[in-house]
């Protein structure tokens, strides 16, 4: 058996955490419930590539898990890539996971949960992820490639 763990998808950011206008309207805020802790994303297209490379080299994986992973920002790198790709001011919500599960949506306790067992740190390998799928995208490509999803900033 080899286990794969995933972190956050960049598609995450068109679905859940879609930037918000700030109240005065002069930036956009990302709301992350992370405080200054690195998170690991990426593209669920980038996973295929990853997972077939895995399966490819069977005596090099059996028995291990990893965690995939493009890179780990902190809340505020996003809101710079973002920043500087959407040439909007975005900046960090500064919420925490416990305060974030607090918010009245759907979903808003379970992605909290999420977020706290992230902060267990559980292990992701940037540099296996890139090895395993060489074309695997940055965030920053992410965006520049989906800048129609942010049509509305």
């Not at 500064?94 to 902060?119: N, T």
């Not at 920053?140 to 999803?149: D, K, T």
Request: glycine share 4%; aromatic share 12%.
């Amino acid at each position: 058996m080899t286990n794969v763990y995933l972190p956050v998808y960049f598609e995450t950011l068109l679905i859940m955490w879609k930037l918000v206008k700030a109240p005065d309207g002069d930036y956009y805020t990302l709301a992350l419930p992370r405080w200054d802790e690195p998170m690991h994303c990426f593209s669920v297209a980038d996973v295929g590539a990853a997972v077939s490379s895995i399966l490819n080299s069977p005596e090099e994986f059996i028995g291990k898990a990893m965690g995939l992973s493009a890179e780990a920002l902190t809340t505020q790198q996003y809101a710079d890539v973002l920043s500087k790709r959407l040439g909007k001011e975005v900046r960090d919500a500064k919420i925490s996971p416990v305060a974030y599960g607090k918010l009245v949506f759907s979903v808003a306790k379970e992605l909290a949960d999420m977020f706290h067992c992230f902060q267990m740190k559980p292990d992701h390998d940037v540099k296996l992820t890139h090895c395993l799928n060489p074309e695997v995208k940055s965030f920053s490509q992410f965006i520049l490639e989906n800048l129609a999803a942010f049509k509305d900033v």
